[in-house]
């Protein structure tokens, strides 16, 4: 069995340059890879293009790379709560395709199945389908959206095993499971890393051939985006 684990944070990121494009999983602040954002910061690479839902907020996630504008292209399907997100999309220092979000997710998926496009009835008759090829099926209008193509696809997930076994938990199972094989080099940062064997075959949700290295996190911060309580009574 093929031992995906790498040493450390740099040796997983080794390859990462200027002007690629990366995936990165997550939906918010949930189940984003944390340790590799916090290297790409670190190593001051850019000329990026960010393939995610969204850009996290103004001081975490993807929001850190912005601030040091190292993005040039955001490929996302919601501006969310980032600020800095929307100024340099409005003043056109940030390039912004926005997609649908379920056309996102489905060019991830197409590109980790090997289809290089598919059809897709949503954004039809909106500047979404502008420049695109459109094709009737059942009486019904479809844009044509081509799969992504990306050099390395960053995911999270709760617990892995040496061979790239991946298991999430809960919400973080958004973005990240569609990412994983959807770029030349997929590399997973888990919680947990385990020895190959350790995980129940039938709890594992992308086998390991999706992923090329594997690491185990140190620090996770996991902030909420919007913490909502209830008063007390």
Same mark, same amino acid.
């Given at each position: 069995?093929? @031992? $995906? $684990?790498?040493?450390?944070? @740099?040796? %997983?990121?080794?390859?990462?340059?200027?002007?690629?494009?990366?995936?990165?999983?997550?939906?918010? #602040?949930?189940?984003?890879?944390?340790?590799?954002?916090?290297?790409?910061?670190?190593?001051?690479?850019?000329? #990026?293009?960010?393939?995610?839902?969204?850009?996290?907020?103004?001081?975490?996630?993807?929001?850190?790379?912005?601030?040091?504008?190292?993005?040039?292209?955001?490929?996302?399907?919601?501006?969310?709560?980032? !600020?800095?997100?929307?100024? +340099?999309?409005?003043?056109?220092? #940030?390039?912004?395709?926005?997609?649908?979000?379920?056309?996102?997710?489905?060019?991830?998926?197409?590109?980790?199945?090997?289809?290089?496009?598919?059809?897709?009835?949503?954004?039809?008759?909106?500047?979404?389908?502008?420049? $695109?090829?459109?094709?009737?099926? @059942?009486?019904?209008?479809?844009?044509?959206?081509?799969?992504?193509?990306?050099?390395?696809?960053?995911?999270?997930?709760? $617990?892995? !095993?040496?061979?790239?076994?991946?298991?999430?938990?809960?919400?973080?199972?958004?973005?990240?499971?569609?990412?994983?094989? %959807?770029?030349?080099?997929?590399?997973?940062?888990?919680?947990?890393?385990?020895? %190959?064997?350790?995980?129940?075959?039938?709890?594992?949700?992308?086998?390991?051939?999706?992923? +090329?290295?594997?690491? +185990?996190?140190?620090?996770?911060?996991?902030?909420?985006? +919007?913490?909502?309580?209830?008063?007390?009574?």
């Amino acid at each position: 069995m093929i @031992n $995906k $684990k790498v040493a450390n944070i @740099n040796e %997983a990121m080794h390859g990462v340059t200027d002007n690629m494009t990366l995936m990165l999983g997550g939906f918010g #602040l949930c189940g984003i890879p944390e340790n590799a954002i916090a290297h790409l910061v670190t190593t001051g690479v850019k000329g #990026l293009t960010c393939i995610s839902n969204n850009a996290g907020v103004d001081d975490f996630g993807l929001g850190l790379l912005l601030h040091k504008h190292q993005i040039k292209k955001m490929i996302s399907s919601y501006v969310g709560e980032n !600020d800095e997100f929307e100024r +340099q999309m409005l003043s056109g220092e #940030l390039d912004v395709e926005l997609v649908p979000q379920g056309t996102l997710v489905e060019r991830c998926r197409a590109a980790q199945s090997g289809f290089p496009a598919f059809y897709t009835p949503a954004g039809f008759g909106t500047e979404v389908a502008e420049g $695109k090829e459109t094709r009737e099926f @059942n009486g019904k209008m479809y844009v044509l959206e081509k799969a992504f193509e990306a050099d390395f696809a960053f995911v999270k997930a709760w $617990k892995g !095993d040496e061979a790239g076994n991946l298991i999430f938990k809960g919400t973080a199972r958004n973005f990240n499971p569609a990412m994983c094989g %959807a770029a030349k080099i997929t590399v997973a940062e888990v919680e947990e890393l385990v020895p %190959a064997g350790t995980l129940d075959p039938n709890q594992i949700h992308i086998p390991g051939i999706f992923i +090329q290295r594997i690491f +185990q996190g140190e620090v996770y911060e996991k902030r909420i985006e +919007q913490r909502t309580v209830r008063k007390k009574s």
